[in-house]
């Protein structure tokens, strides 16, 4: 059974940074890999994506504030968050994609404050 653990989620001022890491366990190959987040009451959005290979792709209220990485050998995923806003805070979500399988992590609150 493979599970997804994060970490990095806190409490941050406006214009702050925050880390996020995501670590599958097991030894599976692992395709794309992103983070999503979700707000009560909407549905959850993409934030961040990344191809094995290293290609990205970011949802437009984040493009050049964060940034997504991986470690393919140790099935790790980060988000880099800077310039954070308060219309950041959410619990975000890691996403790994293994074949037909989809994994997900189990949330971690991001709150900004103004």
């Known amino acids: 059974q493979v599970q997804l653990v994060e970490s990095g989620g806190g409490l941050v001022q406006a214009g702050g940074s925050l880390r996020l890491s995501c670590a599958a366990s097991?030894?599976?190959?692992?395709?794309?890999m992103g983070w999503y987040r979700q707000t009560p009451g909407e549905q959850r959005e993409l934030v961040a994506v990344?191809?094995?290979?290293?290609?990205?792709n970011y949802a437009d209220s984040v493009w050049g504030r964060f940034t997504i990485s991986r470690v393919n050998g140790k099935n790790t995923v980060y988000l880099q968050m800077n310039s954070l806003k308060p219309e950041d805070t959410a619990v975000y979500y890691c996403?790994?994609?293994?074949?037909?399988?989809?994994?997900w992590g189990q949330g971690t609150q991001v709150t900004v404050s103004s």
């Open positions: 996403q790994m994609k293994s074949g037909s399988y989809d994994y």
């Open positions: 097991g030894s599976i190959f692992i395709g794309f």
């Open positions: 990344i191809s094995r290979g290293g290609i990205t």
